[in-house]
């Protein structure tokens, strides 16, 4: 008994000391982990609501927390605006067209801030500037000019993203809010044009569709007088074929060397036969042409008439041939008259 009593105070004391040391050791190093004693920075953070803010809410910067949010006001224009404290050896981090993302747990209904870095990482801002999330205007328009990327919890990004689209799309007049949004009104644009070319159509249609004084309709009367023009152009063609067939085949008979008639009206061949085989080669040459033409003049009846005016030629040419021909004193005469 006098053993527990000697020796209990210096139990209880050791107890009390180690007691004291952990406490101690765990204060210096909540201390440490909190940077109490670092040097921070005082920025202003603005923010579209106070849900899951807290007076020492953690900013983080790919992974690192490099500051807290602390005091927070409700402003004038119903904004939340914040303090930022940033520690010393991420200040350099803190540059412009910076923002922040709030995601909150919809579990424990806790936030996590995220500091999103802006393109030039050698513009560091001056303390005391502000630092918008992308919930407010300001933060909105750096993310539309993709100044800025959204990072964090996978779920949280997700559930963001869907509320942004759904915010937007119920608003008009989204020509700058995105490819979809463009697109869409791309659609109502081109829609109502094609409407208006429609009625347009429509109207010339009808238009041309009345009937004139005389009763006619100019349209079935252009139509009605395309086809017969085609019909005339393939009856003529065919009728020249024939011709020129027959005439190849008078042509074949006069320039067989063996006939002495022949050879007195051209006996080397090359003044009358020769010409006239050129001729109805050309001829031959130029008859598939007026063939694949035929339908196409349909629509072209000033080039067809100066084709014709050129056949015309050719055939007159042909006729004083002919006519040559058949006044020669071995042709053209009656055998009465070559005998005498």
């Known amino acids: 008994m006098k053993f527990k009593m000697r020796y209990s105070e210096r139990i209880v004391g050791t107890f009390l ?30 923010f579209g609501d106070a849900v899951g803010l807290s007076s020492s809410t953690s900013v983080f910067f790919k992974g690192f927390k490099i500051g807290v949010v ?16 940033v520690y010393e050896e991420f200040k350099q981090k803190i540059v412009s067209n910076s923002a922040l993302f709030k995601s909150i747990n919809p579990v424990t209904n806790t936030s996590t801030i995220e500091f999103l870095q802006g393109p030039d990482i050698s513009s560091v801002v001056i303390e005391g500037s502000m630092i918008p999330a992308i919930d407010v205007p300001q933060g909105e328009a750096l993310l539309a000019k993709n100044m800025v990327k ?12 869907l509320a942004a689209f759904s915010e937007n799309i119920n608003k008009d ?26 009625d347009n159509l429509n109207v010339d249609f009808e238009t041309i569709s009345k009937p ?18 085609s019909d005339s152009l393939r009856v003529m063609t065919g009728l020249v074929n024939l011709s020129l067939m027959r005439l190849d085949t008078v042509l074949t008979a006069y320039s067989k ?37 035929s339908d196409f003049l349909v ?21 004083v041939t002919f006519e040559t021909i058949n006044n020669s004193p071995f042709i053209g005469k009656p055998k009465s008259e070559r005998k005498k």
């Open 70 to 85: 602390t005091d927070f006001i409700l402003t004038d224009d119903n904004y939340i605006l914040a303090d930022f404290e």
């Open 299 to 319: 629509t072209q009846q000033g080039q067809f008439l100066s084709i014709l005016k050129q056949l015309v030629e050719t055939l007159d040419e042909m006729q």
């Open 212 to 229: 004139d004084k005389s009763g006619k309709r100019p349209l079935s009367t252009l139509v009605v007088n395309a086809a017969n023009i």
């Open 150 to 161: 959204k990072t964090g919890d996978p779920l949280n990004t997700v559930i963001y993203n």
């Open 17 to 46: 000391i180690v007691a004291l040391s952990i406490i101690a050791a765990s204060t210096g190093y909540l201390f440490l982990q909190n940077k109490v004693f670092e040097k921070k920075y005082l920025f202003k953070a603005k």
């Open 257 to 293: 060397p063996e006939g002495l008639i022949v050879k007195m009206i051209d006996p080397g061949g090359k003044q009358v036969i020769e010409p006239i085989r050129k001729t109805i080669t050309n001829l031959n040459e130029v008859l598939p042409k007026l063939e694949k033409f």
């Open 173 to 198: 007049n989204n020509v700058d809010k995105g490819a979809f949004f463009r697109a869409m009104v791309n659609m109502a644009d081109v829609a109502e044009g094609l409407k208006k070319i429609t």
